[in-house]
């Protein structure tokens, strides 16, 4: 008889491992809280497809903020141009941070840097760094690495660290930096201090970094969504069950093995069981849903476990384009929106010819005064924002409206990788079921990697093998969202799901 797989978890790494072991002739469920699949990989459409990118026209398509698909994996970007078939169009990527009221070059160059910032800015950028290596060298004042600021200003000086990787990442985490552990750091930026910014800017590497590639993939229409949509198709096609709108609410488990999912189907309980689980949900849903309920270290564990809401506002705008960037990042705190993206510059045929379409990313946690906000002063946040930063006049916007993620960001707070091992030893007891995907992991990676670890975890389970750890892929530096250059302002990026 055909092995049966139940998959918690319509994203991407869910999506796709469902794909190949549907094509390996695998029995597939795949079980989805939302609606709709794909979760931050989702896209949303208006109008007319037939319209697309015309003048006058009514068809509108957006995403969860940014997301672009690339890979240095020629197999992996044949398997996602199969998935998308003749919809898809190539984009070359464009960025750019917005700060002091004029934008720099994203990412950044030393070059950029140092001729864009006033003298005395830069003499202080130089200063400081030269006096923080040599305290640090010297032993009279060692840094230890212990969080995020330290982890910086030792390698690039308190004044560089404070403009271009401190504000940033405050304002995104809603974090002090001294309370957001070094991991982010050392797992986000790959530039070993300032002098090698300088040399990286004037001899580029010759094996191009993630964050420098510029060529990118993306649907003709349809938003990044279209990926999911497409592995839905192609599961249903090959006689896999995408269950939409049918949330896991207890994993049922008998001595470390789980026997049965339950989920709530049109608001009824309903019952599935496999021979395999594969989860792909937050791994802090996951443990809380386990059944007999997990040992009190473990709920202390997910008590300490935190995730970043996101709220997405959303301008249609009576002109053709607000700039050439696919996104612009706000660090500056005295700005509420972190980031915007303008999603004709992904796909002209994202709106219409005549108008344009931003997305305005605040971040802040579920409850809180933001996500509570109203449309009227979201609107009112976002057109003063981008009306500040001169990308827009107020009298140009003709229509706001939002949407929320709850689970956007895993905090990295200076605790949360005890508590993490804590939840991933007992998930890792559940024998019969293997948790994966950027939620899964409680782990930032990016589209890419979420939908090659879901082919590994199919691949691992449908040729038995047992000594392949899915888990390395998002955690080997080579396969992290790096720039080599002198950005990496703990960059948050949802899309590339880049969140």
Same mark, same amino acid.
């Given at each position: 008889?055909?092995?049966?797989?139940?998959?918690?978890?319509?994203?991407?790494?869910?999506?796709?491992?469902?794909?190949?072991?549907?094509?390996?002739?695998?029995?597939?469920?795949?079980?989805?809280?939302?609606?709709?699949?794909?979760?931050?990989?989702?896209?949303?459409?208006?109008?007319?497809?037939?319209?697309?990118?015309?003048?006058?026209?009514?068809?509108?398509?957006?995403?969860?903020?940014?997301?672009?698909?690339?890979?240095?994996?020629?197999?992996?970007?044949?398997?996602?141009?199969?998935?998308?078939?003749?919809?898809?169009?190539?984009?070359?990527?464009?960025?750019?941070?917005?700060?002091?009221?004029?934008?720099?070059?994203?990412?950044?160059?030393?070059?950029?840097?140092?001729?864009?910032?006033?003298?005395?800015?830069?003499?202080?950028?130089?200063?400081?760094?030269?006096?923080?290596?040599?305290?640090?060298?010297?032993?009279?004042?060692?840094?230890?690495?212990?969080?995020?600021?330290?982890?910086?200003?030792?390698?690039?000086?308190?004044?560089?660290?404070?403009? *271009?990787?401190?504000?940033?990442?405050?304002?995104?985490?809603?974090?002090?930096? $001294?309370?957001?552990?070094?991991?982010?750091?050392?797992?986000?930026?790959?530039?070993?201090?300032?002098?090698?910014?300088?040399?990286?800017?004037?001899?580029?590497?010759?094996?191009?970094?993630?964050?420098?590639?510029?060529?990118?993939?993306?649907?003709?229409?349809?938003?990044?969504?279209?990926?999911?949509?497409?592995?839905?198709?192609?599961?249903?096609?090959?006689?896999? $069950?995408?269950?939409?709108?049918?949330?896991?609410?207890?994993?049922?488990?008998?001595?470390?093995?789980?026997?049965?999912?339950?989920?709530?189907?049109?608001?009824?309980?309903? *019952?599935? $069981?496999?021979?395999?689980?594969?989860?792909?949900?937050?791994?802090?849903?996951?443990?809380?849903?386990?059944?007999?309920?997990?040992?009190?270290?473990?709920?202390?564990?997910?008590?300490?476990?935190?995730?970043?809401?996101?709220?997405?506002?959303?301008?249609?705008?009576?002109?053709?384009?607000?700039?050439?960037?696919?996104?612009?990042?706000?660090?500056?705190?005295?700005?509420?929106?972190?980031?915007?993206?303008?999603?004709?510059?992904?796909?002209?045929?994202?709106?219409?010819?005549?108008?344009?379409?931003?997305?305005?990313?605040?971040?802040?946690?579920?409850?809180?005064?933001?996500?509570?906000?109203?449309?009227?002063?979201?609107?009112?946040?976002?057109?003063?924002?981008?009306?500040?930063?001169?990308?827009?006049?107020?009298?140009?916007?003709?229509?706001? *409206?939002?949407?929320?993620?709850? *689970?956007?960001?895993?905090?990295?707070?200076?605790?949360?990788?005890?508590?993490?091992?804590?939840?991933?030893?007992?998930?890792?007891?559940?024998?019969?079921?293997?948790?994966?995907?950027?939620?899964?992991?409680?782990?930032?990676?990016?589209?890419?990697?979420?939908?090659?670890?879901?082919?590994?975890?199919?691949?691992?389970?449908?040729?038995?093998?047992?000594?392949?750890?899915?888990?390395?892929?998002?955690?080997?530096?080579?396969?992290?969202?790096?720039?080599?250059?002198?950005?990496?302002?703990?960059?948050?990026?949802?899309?590339?799901?880049?969140?």
């Amino acid at each position: 008889m055909t092995k049966h797989i139940v998959i918690l978890g319509g994203g991407l790494a869910g999506l796709s491992c469902a794909y190949e072991m549907a094509k390996a002739g695998l029995r597939v469920t795949v079980l989805e809280r939302e609606p709709v699949v794909g979760g931050m990989a989702n896209s949303f459409e208006e109008g007319d497809r037939g319209e697309a990118g015309r003048k006058g026209g009514d068809y509108w398509c957006y995403d969860y903020g940014p997301h672009r698909f690339h890979t240095k994996e020629k197999e992996l970007m044949q398997h996602v141009e199969e998935i998308l078939g003749d919809n898809k169009v190539w984009a070359k990527r464009l960025s750019r941070i917005f700060m002091f009221d004029k934008f720099f070059n994203y990412p950044l160059s030393a070059k950029n840097v140092l001729t864009s910032l006033p003298p005395w800015t830069v003499a202080h950028i130089l200063f400081d760094y030269a006096w923080t290596r040599f305290l640090d060298l010297t032993g009279i004042r060692k840094f230890r690495d212990r969080h995020f600021q330290e982890w910086v200003r030792k390698r690039f000086g308190k004044r560089l660290s404070d403009i *271009f990787f401190v504000q940033y990442t405050e304002k995104a985490w809603g974090l002090p930096a $001294t309370e957001i552990s070094a991991d982010w750091a050392s797992q986000r930026i790959t530039l070993l201090n300032l002098f090698d910014t300088i040399k990286k800017t004037l001899f580029r590497p010759k094996n191009t970094p993630r964050t420098l590639v510029t060529d990118f993939v993306y649907p003709r229409v349809g938003g990044i969504g279209e990926l999911a949509r497409g592995y839905k198709r192609r599961i249903e096609e090959m006689g896999g $069950t995408v269950l939409c709108g049918s949330p896991a609410i207890k994993v049922h488990c008998r001595e470390g093995v789980v026997e049965r999912i339950e989920y709530r189907r049109k608001g009824k309980p309903a *019952f599935l $069981t496999g021979d395999g689980y594969i989860s792909t949900i937050p791994v802090t849903s996951l443990a809380r849903c386990v059944v007999p309920t997990a040992p009190p270290k473990v709920r202390e564990a997910l008590a300490g476990l935190d995730y970043v809401a996101i709220v997405f506002v959303y301008l249609k705008i009576d002109k053709p384009q607000v700039s050439p960037d696919n996104w612009v990042y706000l660090p500056e705190k005295r700005l509420t929106v972190h980031r915007i993206s303008e999603f004709k510059n992904f796909s002209p045929y994202c709106a219409p010819a005549d108008k344009t379409l931003i997305c305005a990313e605040i971040t802040c946690r579920v409850g809180d005064r933001i996500w509570n906000a109203g449309e009227e002063e979201l609107r009112r946040i976002a057109v003063r924002d981008l009306s500040l930063a001169g990308l827009i006049r107020e009298e140009e916007v003709l229509e706001t *409206f939002s949407k929320k993620i709850p *689970f956007a960001y895993p905090i990295y707070d200076l605790s949360y990788r005890e508590h993490l091992e804590t939840v991933m030893d007992f998930v890792h007891g559940l024998r019969n079921l293997k948790s994966g995907g950027r939620q899964g992991l409680f782990r930032y990676n990016n589209m890419d990697q979420s939908i090659e670890m879901g082919r590994r975890m199919a691949e691992a389970l449908v040729q038995g093998k047992q000594g392949f750890d899915h888990e390395r892929i998002a955690a080997e530096d080579e396969l992290f969202e790096i720039d080599r250059d002198l950005k990496e302002i703990a960059e948050s990026e949802p899309g590339d799901e880049s969140r």
